[in-house]
Nanobody, 129 residues
Framework: QVQLVESGGGLVQAGGSLRLSCAAS????????MGWFRQAPGKGREFVAA????????YYVDFVKGRFTISRDNAKNTAYLQMNSLKPEDTAVYYC??????????????????????WGQGTQVTVAS
């Protein structure tokens, strides 16, 4: 059974940083695109960032560009989301997802064109003002 397990969430002051990790029990992890999504209280799930299977290309929603960085270590079957300059509006449950698709447009990775195959249970990030 495939599992994605997020960790690294917590409470941080505005302007602070957190690094989220997503450990995947996928034998072919290196063939999967990895994405991060978030859901704030009372809101729908939204795309945050994604990285393609090679790790050479990444995609970000506008409101995190310059602040968040997605990366992956295929040898460790783990994806990361480094979050800097955090704002109270970044408060949400953050989910990682794995998708078996290979394409080269933002829409491929933001969940609007393709569905991710596996999802984690989420990790809470709370940014205090």
């Amino acid at each position: 059974q495939v599992q994605l397990v997020e960790s690294g969430g917590g409470l941080v002051q505005a302007g602070g940083s957190l690094r989220l990790s997503c450990a995947a029990s996928l034998q072919t992890f290196g063939l999967y695109a990895m994405g991060w999504f978030r859901q704030a209280p009372g809101k729908g799930r939204e795309f945050v960032a994604a990285i393609n299977w090679t790790g050479y290309t990444s995609y970000y929603v506008d409101f995190v560009k310059g602040r968040f960085t997605i990366s992956r270590d295929n040898a460790k079957n783990t994806a990361y989301l480094q979050m800097n300059s955090l704002k109270p509006e970044d408060t949400a449950v953050y989910y990682c997802a794995a998708g078996r698709f290979a394409c080269s447009s933002y829409e491929c990775y933001d969940g609007s064109s393709y569905e991710y195959d596996y999802w984690g249970q989420g990790t809470q990030v709370t940014v205090a003002s």
